[in-house]
């Protein structure tokens, strides 16, 4: 029995590719509904990576210097957002790491405004899902460490301002790196989560101008959370890159 209700993209996935899916849970031996094996989550974050794949094929083909069109303003505005928050918390280089928060922004608030369209739900209210942007920024902020300061380097973060502090300082901070993926997976999810419960609770029981009252505030907490996560990447990344003297 399906835990949730199946959305249309889901079910046309659970139809016509289900085989492929099927294959791939059982060589990683995770437990599924081999007649139902896409789930709501998956199918939505497929599209919506598809619609932003089509968005910048479509931006970069519009692409002018001298007469740039509304469409290209928008998003050269979120750059520039992004870059400044970034050059905020990053000294050095930071337009090597721009993309990276980039995506990560508009990837997070494109999953959480979809569910404002009726017949879709946000993919961000799925744990799978933060978690697997949670993950992502761990190993990119550790591997832009080591790649920015040498392995040997990096691993001086871990023991403190000075040599006596360091039985004391290591396991505290694998502790608060390792909590870093947990706090921002509960973070999103559980914004998310109960953003869309109240959203829906009350387009259920309110008309009219109600509803249009509480869609705004669903869009509010998207871009909100979307803003956090990238933000807190950008710490992330900006205290594993400092060159700091031990």
Request: proline share 5%; aromatic share 14%; hydrophobic share 55%.
């Amino acid at each position: 029995m399906q835990a949730e209700a199946e959305i249309w993209s889901t079910a046309l996935l659970n139809r016509f590719v289900a085989g492929p899916l099927n294959a791939f849970w059982n060589a990683l031996g995770v437990a599924h509904d081999p007649a139902h094996p896409w789930e709501n989550w998956l199918s939505v974050e497929i599209l919506v990576a598809a619609i932003i794949l089509v968005l910048f094929a479509i931006l970069r083909s519009r692409l002018s210097v001298e007469n740039p069109g509304s469409f290209q303003l928008s998003f050269e505005a979120i750059y520039k957002f992004v870059r400044g928050q970034s050059g905020e918390s990053i000294e050095h280089h930071v337009d090597r790491y721009v993309a990276f928060f980039g995506t990560i922004f508009i990837f997070i608030l494109f999953l959480n405004l979809i569910g404002i369209i009726p017949g879709f739900e946000s993919p961000t209210q799925s744990p799978a899902v933060p978690l697997g942007f949670a993950v992502a920024v761990f190993l990119y902020y550790n591997w832009m460490g080591i790649r920015e300061q040498g392995i040997g380097r990096y691993l001086l973060h871990f023991a403190g301002p000075v040599w006596w502090m360091a039985p004391i300082m290591i396991p505290i901070e694998l502790i608060s790196h390792l909590a870093r993926p947990l706090s921002l997976t509960i973070r999103l999810f559980a914004n998310m989560f109960a953003g869309e419960r109240v959203t829906i609770t009350f387009l259920s029981l309110t008309y009219l101008i109600l509803p249009a009252v509480f869609m705004g505030l669903h869009v509010f907490v998207a871009l909100l959370q979307a803003f956090i996560f990238m933000l807190l990447a950008t710490i992330y990344v900006g205290g594993a890159v400092a060159h700091e003297e031990h």
